[in-house]
C-alpha cells in the first residue's frame, strides 16, 4: 500500500538472508524502536507504565520463550510459571547471598539456573509426546511450587513465605519510577528479541523447526533430537527465567510463590496460542491481548451495564474474562491455529496489493 517490493534486487547472499530485507521494514522497525524509547515516555501516565507497558514488556519476554519451546520446537509445556520461579528465586538468592552481586547479573544468573532446570525436567521429551510430555512438565510445575513454599531456604528463612527486593542500581541508575522500570524492561525485551531472532534463523532454529514438523524424518537427515530437543527447553527456560527475575524485581518488588503458580503457565500458553504459535510476533500480540481485555473489561461492563440497569459485579467480570479467553483459544485452535500474528500477516498481504485486485 504504502511500497513496492518489486525493483529492490538482493545482489548477494547477505543482503538476501537479512532479518529484514527490504529497506523500509527496517525503518519501520526502527522508528517503532526509536519511539517507544523516547516517545512512549514523553507521552504516557504513570498508571499505563504500572497497569499496562511494564506487565507487557515483561510479559512478552516469557511469552517468547514459551514461544521457543512450543511454537518453534512443537514441544508442549505446561511449566513456564515454574521456570518464570526458578528464575526469580536464583535472583533473590544470587543477589542476597553474593556480596556486591549486580542486581542485573542475578537476573541473568537466574536464567542460566532456569535454563539447567528446564534440561532436567525436559529429559522426558526424549521418549514421550503430546499430553504425557505436558503431564510431565505440569509435575514440574507441582515441583518447584512446593519446593519454594515448603523449602524455607530459598525466601532467606522468611516466616511469611513472601521475598522482598531493594530497587535495581544499573551503572549508578537507580530504578525506581515507572518510566525507569519501562526502559529498563524495554532494553532488555529489544536485546532478547534480536537474539530470538538471530537464534531462530540460524542452524539451531532450522534443528528445532525440523522436529516440530516431522522428527523421524528429522533424524533421518542427520538431525540429533536429544541436542534439539533440550537446547530448545534450554533455551526457552533461559528467557522465562530472566522474564521471571524481571517480574518479580521490577514489576513486583515482593512476591510468594503463589505469582509463579499453574495459572501463569497457562497465561502463557494462552498468550501464545491466541497471539501465533511459531512467530515471534505473536509473542507481542497474545501479551497485549492478555494484559489490555482484563483492563477494558473492567472498565467497559460496569459503564454498558448501567446504560441497561444491570449491576455488574467483579466476580461477573472475572467469569467473561474467562469465556472469552475459552472462545478465542477454541477459535484461534478451529478457525487460524496461527493466530493474530497470521491474521496481521494475511491483512499486510492484502495491503501490498491494494487498491489494484491482482
Known amino acids: 500500500m504504502f511500497y513496492r517490493e518489486n525493483g529492490q534486487f538482493k545482489t548477494s547472499y547477505k543482503a538476501d538472508q537479512q532479518a529484514f530485507a527490504i529497506p523500509q521494514d527496517r525503518w519501520a522497525i526502527v522508528a517503532l524502536v526509536v519511539f517507544a524509547f523516547i516517545g512512549v515516555p514523553l507521552l504516557v501516565d504513570e498508571y499505563m507504565f504500572r497497569a499496562i507497558l511494564v506487565p507487557f514488556l515483561i510479559l512478552s519476554l516469557a511469552a517468547l520463550g514459551v514461544n521457543i519451546l512450543v511454537g518453534y520446537c512443537g514441544q508442549i509445556t505446561l511449566g513456564a510459571g515454574a521456570s518464570m520461579a526458578v528464575g526469580a528465586y536464583a535472583a533473590y538468592n544470587f543477589l542476597i547471598r553474593i556480596d ?3 542486581a542485573l547479573a542475578a537476573i541473568l544468573l537466574g536464567g542460566f539456573m532456569a535454563a539447567l532446570a528446564g534440561i532436567v525436567f525436559g529429559a522426558p521429551s526424549l521418549r514421550v509426546r503430546g499430553l504425557y510430555l505436558a503431564v510431565a512438565t505440569l509435575a514440574a510445575q507441582f515441583f518447584w511450587d512446593w519446593a519454594f513454599l515448603r523449602i524455607k531456604w530459598f525466601t532467606n528463612n522468611s516466616s511469611s513465605g513472601s521475598v522482598s527486593v531493594p530497587d535495581i542500581n544499573l551503572f549508578g541508575w537507580t530504578i525506581n519510577s515507572p518510566t ?3 526502559l529498563f524492561c524495554l532494553g532488555i525485551l529489544v536485546v532478547f528479541s534480536v537474539m530470538a531472532k538471530n537464534l531462530l534463523r540460524g542452524n539451531m ?3 528445532w523447526m525440523a522436529i516440530r514438523d516431522m522428527d523421524v524424518a528429522a533424524t533421518v537427515i542427520g538431525i540429533r533430537p536429544m541436542y534439539a530437543k533440550l537446547t530448545a527447553f534450554a533455551v526457552s527456560s533461559f528467557y522465562l527465567g530472566v522474564a521471571g527475575g524481571l517480574w518479580g524485581f521490577v ?3 515482593s512476591w510468594e ?12 500458553l494462552f498468550m501464545v496460542i491466541i497471539g501465533g504459535m511459531g512467530a515471534i510476533s505473536g509473542s507481542f500480540f497474545g501479551a497485549a491481548f492478555i494484559v489490555i481485555l482484563p483492563i477494558f473489561l473492567n472498565q467497559m461492563l460496569p459503564l454498558v451495564g448501567s446504560l441497561l440497569g444491570l449491576d455488574v459485579s467483579t466476580a461477573l467480570v472475572s467469569h467473561v474474562e474467562f469465556i472469552i479467553f475459552g472462545s478465542l483459544i477454541v477459535f484461534f ?3 487460524e491455529p496461527h493466530g493474530i500474528a ?3 500477516s494475511t491483512a499486510r498481504e492484502k495491503l501490498r496489493l491494494w487498491p489494484f485486485p491482482h
Not at 510463590?257 to 502463557?268: E, K, T, V
Open 100 to 102: 556486591g552481586m549486580p
Open 180 to 182: 525507569d522500570k519501562y
Open 205 to 207: 532454529g532450522r534443528q
Open 251 to 253: 514489576n513486583l518488588g
Open 257 to 268: 510463590p503463589a505469582a509463579f503458580s499453574i495459572d501463569r503457565s497457562l497465561q502463557l
Open 333 to 335: 485452535l478451529i478457525v
Open 342 to 344: 497470521r491474521l496481521w
